[in-house]
């Protein structure tokens, strides 16, 4: 037996290519014909998104247009009256309550108001590790989680023993994010979590983001105000009107040539 003559050599190359198929990596979030009412009034329409690993997406409407509840649909904290979210290729809505929790921890969401995620009462280092309370790790595997997640966002380790009242508000927004990262998600879905800062602080969280982004492979959701932050963060961006899609296309496209007069209306308001 001699498996490697160069007969060998030179067919077994050709047969595994040919044997292997073209690995198309799942989308780590799709939605189809997403839709959702309040009080019988229709606020989301039909909402048809793909984000594969690594992607991102700016989503960006004025007040009231939907995006907030779009958010909510993906991040699976309230149910669609129609239409698919699928994590990863699991329709996610219509798991049983028991896998959809067991999932929770791919997909993490950065608020606004940082208090959102930050329990005034709890030290830091609490709410920041309290997503890892649910996995598979040692105490010891979650301080040492904890610590790299705190370097990640720039902040000192000690900071975990203090109370978010102690921080600044930029600080806040950091340990917001921290907390998003520490289960390593493939998602993380963020509703304008640069609108409450001021201007140099967003220059800052702005330059953290992308530094995360380019450092770690995850798919970014952000839904913002701030057309400077989708054109550095998003690959992609839709534009969102009374709940239905105007927009949607490559970054450049949408904010540097936008087709649809109401995408171009907006962007003049938002500059
Ligand atoms: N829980 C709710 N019950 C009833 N109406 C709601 C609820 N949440 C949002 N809405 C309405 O749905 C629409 C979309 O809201 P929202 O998703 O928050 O928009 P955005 O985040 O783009 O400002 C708005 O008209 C809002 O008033
Ligand atoms: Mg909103």
Not at 139 to 145: D, F, G, L
């Amino acid at each position: 037996m001699t498996p490697d003559t160069p007969a060998n050599s030179s067919v077994a190359p050709h047969t595994a290519a040919a044997a292997v198929p073209a690995i198309v990596p799942v989308p780590v979030l799709e939605t189809e014909h997403l839709t959702q009412r309040y009080e019988g009034r229709e606020v989301l329409q039909d909402i048809n998104l793909r984000l594969q690993p690594g992607e991102s997406l700016g989503i960006i409407g004025e007040s009231g247009a939907g995006k907030s509840t779009l958010a909510r649909l993906v991040m699976a904290l309230e149910r669609p009256a129609a239409g698919v979210v699928r994590w990863s290729g699991e329709d996610i809505h219509r798991l049983p309550e028991h896998q959809r929790r067991a999932r929770r921890s791919r997909v993490q969401m950065v608020f606004q108001d940082p208090y959102s995620s930050l329990d005034p009462r709890w030290r830091v280092g609490r709410s920041i590790a309290e997503p890892l309370q649910r996995l598979p790790m040692t105490a010891a595997e979650r301080e040492q989680r904890l610590a790299e997640v705190l370097d990640a966002v720039q902040l000192d380790p000690d900071a975990a023993r203090r109370f978010p009242h102690q921080f600044s508000g930029g600080q806040r927004q950091r340990l917001a994010i921290a907390r998003a990262l520490a289960t390593r998600p493939s998602l993380i879905v963020a509703d304008e979590p640069l609108s409450a800062l001021d201007v140099s602080v967003q220059a800052q969280i702005l330059a953290l983001l992308r530094d995360l982004q380019r450092r770690e492979a995850i798919s970014l959701v952000l839904i913002s105000h701030d057309l400077p932050a989708v054109e550095v963060l998003c690959d992609h961006a839709l534009v969102l009107r009374h709940g239905q899609v105007v927009e949607h296309g490559a970054t450049a496209d949408v904010l540097g040539e936008p087709r649809h007069p109401y995408t171009r209306s907006l962007l003049s308001a938002l500059a």
